[in-house]
C-alpha cells in the first residue's frame, strides 16, 4: 500500500482553491477565457477545447499517480486510442492482443482494413506469441492486462523489452488494473492508457478516457494536438466527477478486491461452472506474473465459464437480482454481462462466458445472488 499515493488521491492532489478555500473542488464551466490588459492569456487558457482547470486538475491528479511527465483526458477511452492511433505514420505497423476489450480491436482492424495501419496480433500471456508479432520492427505495442475478457495477463516487463528492440513504443491499457494497483510506466511503458469510465471514476456517472507518458517526445505533442482538432478534451463537469471519484479509488479498489477473491473463491470448483477466469487465483496461468504486477489486489474483474452453454449463460446474466445486468465496470455496483451477446460476431468470445464486474456491496449477497442465478430456471 502506497500511503503517499492514497493522501494524494484522497485530498485530489493537495490542491485547494485559492480563491474561496473550498475543500471541495470547484467546477470551472466555461468555454473561452478574458485576456488581461496586456491581451494576454491569464494563467495560460485560452479556449475549452484546448485546456480548462477543471480537467487540468484531473490531468494532475493522475499524473501524480501514474508517476507521469505528462498526462491528457479525453471525452471517452476510445478518443485517447484514436488519438493515439493518429500520431503514428502512415502505415505504422501496430501490434495487439487477440484478447482485449472489443471496442479498440474494432477500431483497430477498421485502421488495418483502410491501410492507415497494419496490424499484428498476438496471443495475450504467450511470450512467443508476442516475439512473434512484434519482429524485428514495428511502431506500436499496445497491451491490455488482464484482458477483457478472459483476463489472461502478459508481463508488462518483458513487452517492454520486446518492443525496445524492436523501435516501438509500448502503450498499456490498464483500465482494469490502475495505477493504486499497477505502475504500468514504472514497468517500462511509454504510455499508460486508461478508460477513466470505469475504476479510475468509479461511480457510472461520466465517460472518459485518459493516457500518460512516461516521457514526453514530439509524439506527444502531436496526440495534444489531434485532441484539440477533434474537440475531444474531457469537459469540466465530467472531469470535476472523475476527480470525486477518484477520491476514493484506492479504498474502492481493495473492497472490490476483496469480494472478488471471496466470490472466486466459492465458485472455483462449483458444479454448475466450468472455470473461473480470475487472475487473483493460484490456478490462473497468470496468477504469478499478475501478483508481481498488481501489488494491491487483483481488482473486481472475473468471468464465468458456465456449464452448457450459450443459453445457459444469458439465462444466469438474465436471473440475477443484485448483479445489474448492463455494460460497463469498474463502478461501486455490481453488474453482470454475456459478453457474446454484447460483441456478437466481431469477437471468438466464447458463448458460455458470463463477466462481472464486482463492487462493493456485501459478498454474501453477491454470492447468494450468483447461486441462485446458477440454478436451473
Not at 466470490?263 to 470448483?269: Q, T, W
Not at 437480482?321 to 459478453?339: D, K
Amino acid at each position: 500500500m502506497d500511503e503517499k499515493q492514497d493522501t494524494w488521491l484522497a485530498q485530489a492532489g493537495h490542491i485547494i482553491d485559492e480563491t474561496t478555500g473550498s475543500v471541495a473542488p470547484p467546477i470551472v464551466s466555461t468555454a473561452t477565457f478574458a485576456r488581461d490588459a496586456q491581451y494576454d492569456m491569464r494563467n495560460g487558457y485560452m479556449y475549452a477545447r484546448y485546456s480548462a482547470p477543471t480537467t487540468d486538475h484531473a490531468e494532475q491528479i493522475i499524473k501524480g499517480i501514474e508517476g507521469a511527465e505528462d498526462t491528457l483526458l479525453f471525452n471517452s477511452g476510445l478518443s485517447a486510442v484514436v488519438a493515439l492511433l493518429e500520431a503514428l505514420p502512415m502505415g505504422a505497423k501496430v501490434v495487439a492482443p487477440e484478447v482485449m476489450y472489443f471496442g479498440v480491436l474494432v477500431w483497430m482492424q477498421r485502421q488495418a482494413a483502410k491501410g492507415t495501419i497494419t496490424l499484428s496480433l498476438y496471443k495475450p500471456g504467450d511470450r512467443a506469441s508476442l516475439e512473434r508479432a512484434v519482429g524485428d520492427r514495428a511502431d506500436l505495442v499496445w497491451v491490455e492486462t488482464p484482458a477483457n475478457p478472459d483476463w489472461s495477463v502478459t508481463d508488462i516487463r518483458h513487452a517492454a523489452q520486446v518492443a525496445q528492440a524492436a523501435s516501438a513504443s509500448l502503450a498499456v491499457d490498464g483500465t482494469c488494473a490502475p495505477p493504486v494497483t499497477t505502475q504500468a510506466l514504472a514497468l517500462g511503458a511509454d504510455y499508460s492508457f486508461h478508460s477513466a469510465t470505469k475504476y479510475l471514476n468509479g461511480h457510472s456517472d461520466m465517460t472518459g478516457g485518459v493516457l500518460s507518458v512516461k516521457a514526453v517526445r514530439p509524439e506527444w505533442e502531436d496526440i495534444r494536438e489531434v485532441r484539440k482538432l477533434q474537440g475531444t478534451i474531457l469537459p469540466a463537469f465530467e472531469a470535476w466527477l472523475l476527480i470525486r471519484g477518484m477520491r476514493t479509488l484506492a479504498i474502492r479498489w481493495d473492497a472490490c478486491s476483496a469480494n472478488a477473491m471471496a466470490i472466486a473463491a466459492h465458485f472455483e470448483n462449483h458444479a454448475r461452472v466450468d472455470r473461473v477466469l480470475y487472475p487473483g487465483l493460484g490456478s490462473h496461468s497468470g496468477h504469478d506474473v499478475a501478483a508481481s504486477q498488481m501489488t494491491r489486489g487483483f481488482g473486481g474483474m472475473m468471468s464465468f465459464l458456465v456449464k452448457g452453454g450459450f443459453a445457459d449463460a444469458l439465462a444466469m446474466a438474465s436471473r440475477t437480482q443484485v448483479f445489474v445486468p448492463a455494460t460497463s465496470l469498474g463502478g461501486v455496483e455490481s453488474l453482470i454481462e454475456h459478453r457474446k451477446t454484447v460483441e456478437g460476431d466481431a469477437t471468438d468470445v466464447a458463448p458460455n462466458l458470463v463477466r462481472l464486474s464486482v463492487g462493493i456491496e456485501d459478498p454474501i449477497n453477491l454470492i447468494e445472488d450468483l447461486e441462485k442465478a446458477l440454478r436451473p430456471g
